[in-house]
């Protein structure tokens, strides 16, 4: 035991400044483990699309107190197939409330390992919205077709409505209820004209579609009875 002592005495030029060293460089190596956890190469991860989220939860990670997200989604390939994936993402925390179940985020995937996929920065809207009415139409065959889904998108107009009334069928498809809606636009309430459709709205809307509110709507101008609703970001985008 004093042969060790004389032994660290005579070496603790040395064996200070590494101990220091590896005080900060632990740290750091914790969170660069924690940083790549779970990376996927960038360049690998090549054509555009949309995920909808399937769930979320925190990976325990934080940058400047906003915390890093892993979605589990259902993705749309090329082809038109649905495909699951996952995405890990930093997200401010004041946006953290709109990550929910049914809502499009924009990805990349890479076309030989599907399973590997990243947030896109940089989304071709156009093609968002298109794989979007796509994964519509496959989700309720029965509802608008792809062809009135991108009219909605390319002609549809906002508009403010009062909702007149709202009824679950009892039918469930895709995850999502079958509901009977009727509106009428705002202004135009006098005249007692209204619009109705049969619709799928998943259940984080069903607090907000309430009868006597005024509700978001997209409609084409003269056919307004193919509206959809239009929720903000805490329940869900473009209902139909």
Known sequence: MG???DWLLSN????IPVIFILAFAL???SVIRRLTKGHVSKNSCTVQTVGFIRSTQQTGLYVNENPQLLFELDALAEDGT???TSVRKIIPITEIAGMVPGRAIPI???PDNRTQAVWDNHPDESLAQERAARYQCRKHP???SYEQRMELVKNGVMKKALLKSF???GKEEAGDYEAEAAIQLAGEEQDGHTFERTLYVPNTALEYLIPGRYVDV???PDRENLFVFVLDTSVVSGIS
């Open 12 to 15: 603790l030029n040395w064996i």
């Open 142 to 144: 029965g509802d608008l």
């Open 27 to 29: 740290p750091i190596l």
């Open 167 to 169: 009824r679950l069928t």
């Open 3 to 5: 042969a060790f002592f």
């Open 108 to 110: 990349r995937y890479n």
């Open 82 to 84: 649905v495909f699951q």
């Open 218 to 220: 997209r409609a084409i």
